[in-house]
């Protein structure tokens, strides 16, 4: 998607709209944290963390930022508490129900990336409902990783791509970063230019391993629902400051 909104709504005066990151991943750590610094449970850091997304994609939207990507839930995020796994699954749900006519009328494009075949068949409809009835939405794409592994998705590439070359169809000279790229969950987006990780952990945690070879990192204190548009002007301020090298000098 490379459309822009024409009026960028409040985008703060300090800020370049032609340096801005076309595309931003977030790893949204710090819900439950949250939640125990308040005496609330986890769950309630989880309800939170939903606000706090649907701020920052409103803030992306406005701002003219053309891709958000998510990581909602890990590969490794099955290992929780049943309880809290079955609470994030019927919240997944629930928020997508609640916000699907919403996000038509914002012109917002969802699209779920990872494993979906492991997810709650209930889920797996709700979010086939939600992709097919914002395919043609063009304001923002919203990606949402859930049970993503960065890994994994390099491994099911792999093998893709090696079954293409047992049947002959594919010739091993041929394989190159643009069709290794093919066959990602990602393919077709661009790559994420900042990638923002609240609640201070200096940690990748298997998100879109081969996708963030360039991106800028950026890493608050901030705890995932207490992360606002002040939090993300200032994680914006900052990838303005970088200088991009791409390797190069
Ligand atoms: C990590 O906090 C956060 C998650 C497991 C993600 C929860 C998902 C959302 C807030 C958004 C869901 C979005 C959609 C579109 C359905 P943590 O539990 O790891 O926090 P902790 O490290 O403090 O324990």
């Known amino acids: 998607m490379t459309a822009k909104p024409s009026v960028l709504n409040d985008l703060p ?7 801005l990151p076309h595309h931003v991943a977030v790893i949204m750590d710090g819900n439950g944290r949250w939640a ?3 005496g609330l449970p986890r769950i309630v850091g989880h309800q939170r963390g939903v606000d706090a997304l649907k701020a920052l994609l409103r803030c992306c939207k406005d ?3 053309e891709a958000l990507t998510a990581y909602a839930f890990s590969t490794e995020n099955w290992g929780r508490p049943l309880t809290e796994v079955d609470f994030l699954m019927t919240l997944f749900e629930r928020v997508l ?6 996000m038509i009328a914002e012109g917002v494009c969802i699209r779920f990336i990872g494993d979906l075949s492991a997810l709650p068949i209930s889920l797996q409809e709700e979010i086939g409902r939600a992709m097919e009835a914002t395919r043609e939405s063009e304001n923002i ?3 949402v990783a859930t049970n993503y592994g960065g890994r994994r998705e390099i491994l099911q590439a792999c093998r ?5 070359v047992k049947a002959n169809q594919l010739n091993l000279e041929e394989i190159d970063e643009a069709i290794f790229e093919k066959h990602l969950y990602t393919a077709g987006l661009t790559n994420p230019d900042l990638l923002i990780r609240t609640s201070g952990e200096l940690r990748v945690s298997n998100f879109l391993l081969w996708q963030v070879a360039y991106a800028e990192i950026y890493v608050t204190n901030t705890l995932w629902p207490d992360f606002d548009r002040h939090a993300f002007h200032q994680a914006l301020s900052d990838y303005q400051n970088r200088h ?4 190069k000098l």
């Open 13 to 19: 005066a300090d800020l370049d709209r032609q340096k």
């Open 36 to 38: 125990n610094h308040k």
């Open 63 to 65: 701002w003219g930022i």
């Open 97 to 102: 129900r609640r916000e699907l006519q919403e």
């Open 141 to 143: 794409q919203f990606n």
């Open 160 to 164: 893709a791509i090696a079954a293409q």
């Open 244 to 247: 991009r090298r791409f390797g």
